[in-house]
T-cell receptor, first 116, second 109 residues
Framework: DTGVSQNPRHKITKRGQNVTFRCDPI?????LYWYRQTLGQGPEFLTYFQNEAQLEKSRLLSDRFSAERPKGSFSTLEIQRTEQGDSAMYLC??????????????FGPGTRLTVL | DAKTTQPNSMESNEEEPVHLPCNHS???????IHWYRQLPSQGPEYVIHGLTSNVNNRMASLAIAEDRKSSTLILHRATLRDAAVYYCILGEYGNKLVFGAGTILRVKS
């Protein structure tokens, strides 16, 4: 399977704990995006990377959230001191990222986070 | 970010065409019109995109109004597997996607 993969698929944690999610993009995709989706809403942009550089962060991304993409390959999204309001689906997407080329975003299946 | 307006939900019969409308009166000259869909318990999936001209691919057709202030996604023969939330999104190509609430499409057998 050469699609975007995310792990874990489900995570249940207690309030105040730290959690980390991983996203493996499609090979050779330069751009990687993170989105968050709550029930009944469309996905909301969080941040994105062009290779290893983090180019934009949404204001939704408080200082408890951090994302990395070492070596421009996989990415991790960490949430520190989780709150019940962090319960959501966290989606990762990747794209080729070439200017002028087709730049369709391909989404992974998401990680469902439940904070108790 | 430019906004789009879509109906909350639509219903279609299986094997019939479906026309999903989208209004985007504040679209800028460089905004592409993207359509993605999200099946239950899955991440969004690309459907089609366009700038000014109508577009066709194996999944759907995109009809863009001459003034670009509205567009319509056309599924030529709806199947049960097309039941999903359909999102109409504006943006410069390669940038983040700004999703609205989308249109829930229900397909009846």
């Amino acid at each position: 399977d050469t699609g975007v993969s995310q792990n874990p698929r489900h995570k249940i944690t207690k309030r105040g704990q730290n959690v980390t999610f991983r996203c493996d993009p499609i090979s050779e995709h330069n751009r990687l995006y993170w989105y968050r989706q709550t029930l009944g809403q469309g996905p909301e942009f969080l941040t994105y990377f062009q290779n290893e550089a983090q180019l934009e962060k949404s204001r939704l991304l408080s200082d408890r959230f951090s994302a990395e993409r070492p070596k421009g390959s996989f990415s991790t999204l960490e949430i520190q001191r989780t709150e019940q309001g962090d319960s959501a689906m966290y989606l990762c997407a990747s794209s080729l990222g070439w200017a002028g080329a087709t730049d369709t975003q391909y989404f992974g299946p998401g990680t469902r986070l439940t904070v108790l | 970010d430019a906004k789009t307006t879509q109906p909350n939900s639509m219903e279609s019969n299986e094997e019939e065409p479906v026309h999903l409308p989208c209004n985007h009166s504040t679209i800028s000259g460089t905004d592409y019109i993207h359509w993605y869909r999200q099946l239950p318990s899955q991440g969004p999936e690309y459907v089609i995109h366009g700038l000014t001209s109508n577009v066709n691919n194996r999944m759907a057709s995109l009809a863009i109004a001459e003034d670009r202030k509205s567009s319509t996604l056309i599924l030529h023969r709806a199947t049960l597997r097309d039941a999903a939330v359909y999102y109409c999104i504006l943006g410069e190509y390669g940038n983040k996607l700004v999703f609205g609430a989308g249109t829930i499409l229900r397909v009846k057998s």
